[in-house]
């Protein structure tokens, strides 16, 4: 297959119609398409698979473009299509894909038609041809199998996916695209035609033409097998799907396994954030805690701790209290009025009221307990000493308590900090709890799905016999009649061809996986240097070995430069087969160059293996196109520069309008 | 009449030089049908049988 013109209408940015022709030059087999970022590369890319296939991977899935459609009238009517002229198998078709839009009276787009989808060829007369309709889809399928499409038609920024794609868990039909695109698929047409469930095949249109008019078992008995053909063809499909659905299952559960055994952090951290909560909430409590035990200190100790300055000055002060001490010593209140009640003092001196001697007393009383000065002044003493007592722990205790509202905030934004820092690294993380669960519902499904199949397999061996014994009775009477005889020899030579085409399919299939091994390997090896070697399983799965471990032959797990160059290892190397099986003598192997189209294919690679890619790309292609931004393009041009035959430019317009401009 | 390697196929006994000349024609047919899809698969099985039924009466 090789791409000639393309040319979009109204198709996104692509506005009006816009041609682009593709080199074919077979010396200058490099088409570049260059623009900035933004500028339409990824939406040219998409023209293609829109126009083959009528899916894009765009979340917006109207094709119509924003300035054709703002500039629409209500009732107005405007259409999208991408023509795409190639050839295959040296014929020239164009496949067109249209798609109409239309505004209601209020002038809001109305959901648009279905795509229209045509196929047309020039026939051998020169004159234009359609392929019919219920065929378009068919002939697509030979042109350009959609489960191989993603490969010639490569996204840059499709890696991480192409990359578990290529490695494992591809379809039937992607085994079956690949061998067709190696050339096989004369064999599988031939040996199809020769038996398979299709009434029209060799050997079930002969079982339908038995001559029933000598023995009306014989139409019975065929009745019968068919009969046991749908059952076994049931199983054979059933069998299939649950190979697929193992596949799935499989993948899920290893992709389960992956994730418990990186989230398994996920419970220590979980863990962790609940130690830090609770720290936090033991800080609020204790500096509340702290901040009441202040002020209760405070309260209760202050008057003490601030008066003591002045306690122990008046203390000092009073320490001469004794010369203040008019009083005499041990004589008390009750002493003076005794010597007045008595009428006499102690110095025999008569006591009367108001005389000298009273006056005297009675100024003595304002000086002896228990109105004293001394007693006072000793009573003071006292109680400063007891409440200097009580101020004295006041610092220490407002300090300590203190320490621990100030440690509080420090510490709490310590501990908040650390909780931020375990809820971030949570965000991305599952709940392992609930992926364990999944885990066991797709390990209990793989458990099912093989007790189906171990069943299933049981029925289809217990279909086979009944159909072999049956086939043997009608055998016995049809070669009673000649009719009968004819047909059963006919039958015979149909099942001979086909199993000599079957082992010469079989072994020609593991012939051509074992070449394409060595093919992609041969590339693989020049485009990544390393110690790693592919290999191909039977369905096509590509498995990377370790080659300086000796005896260690299990997948590995690689880098992004690593991936990228496996898929462009493999997609080469099935390109490279499938040009190179043309010029086999082998008249059974047909097959067909194919191209490369590649949206930002150097965008994952350094300057080292840019310069490999491009200098293989061109080699092993019939055909490449690139898409690629500036700083890429000038390196891809670098390299390339010989083998370019074709140059354009993104011109864009404003963010609606990008025009194919030629360099 | 020469000696004809013979071979036994579903207990029907067949020419397998026959057998081989049809064999040829069949790939014929199919690698250029192929290429020209000239013929869908029903017309393809149609072509097989008429290669198988005028080399079995070409005795």
Redesign the interface.
Known sequence: MLLRNLRLTNFRQFKGDQPISFSTNPDRNVTIIMGENGSGKTTLAQAFTWCLYGDTDFEDKSMLSKAVAQNMLPNEEANVRVDLDLVH???EYTIIREQRYSKDSSGSLRRPSQTIFKITYKGSDGQREFVPDLETDL?MK?ILPRELSKYFFFNGERIEKMSKEIRRGKSKEFAEAVKSLLGL??FT??L???KSR?S???IR??DNSYNAGSDARIAQYTKEIDDFDDEIEAITRRLAEIENEEAIAQDKCDELEEKISKFKDSEVLTKERERLRNKLNGLISSKASSTTALLRSFNKNAQQYFAKKMMKDALQRLSEADKLDKGIPDIHERTIKFLIDRGFCICGNKIVFNNEAYKELMKVLDYIPPQSLGSLIGQFVRDCELKSKGGSSLFEEVSEQYRVIRDFETDYAEVEKNIKLVEQRLVNMENVGELQKDLINYESRLKGLKTERDNLNKEHGSYENKKKYK?ADR?ELTLKDETNR?I??????????Y???FDDYTQKEAETRNQLQETVNGIFKHIYNGGLSLSLDENYNVNIIVNDFEGYNSDVETSTAQRISVIFAFIAGVIKMARDSQNDEN??L?SEPYPLVMDAPLSAFDKTRIQTVCDTLPKVAEQVIIFIKDTDGELAETYMGQQVGARYLFEKKNEFETYLVTR | MADTET?T????E?D?E???R??KR???K??A?????RYN??E???Q??KI??E??VCY
Do not use: F
């Not at chain 1, 059963?488 to 061809?497: L, R, S």
């Open positions: 198998n040296g014929m002939r030979e698929s004369a047409a031939a199809d035609h020769l299709s029209s095949s060799v249109s002969y086939v055998k004819k059963e020899v006919y039958k015979a030579y149909a099942q001979y061809m199993d000599v085409l008249e059974m047909v | 071979k196929i579903n207990s029907v067949i397998v026959k057998a081989n049809m064999l069949l790939i014929v199919e690698t049908n192929i290429k020209t899809k698969d029903g393809m099985a149609k097989i049988k198988i039924e080399e079995v």
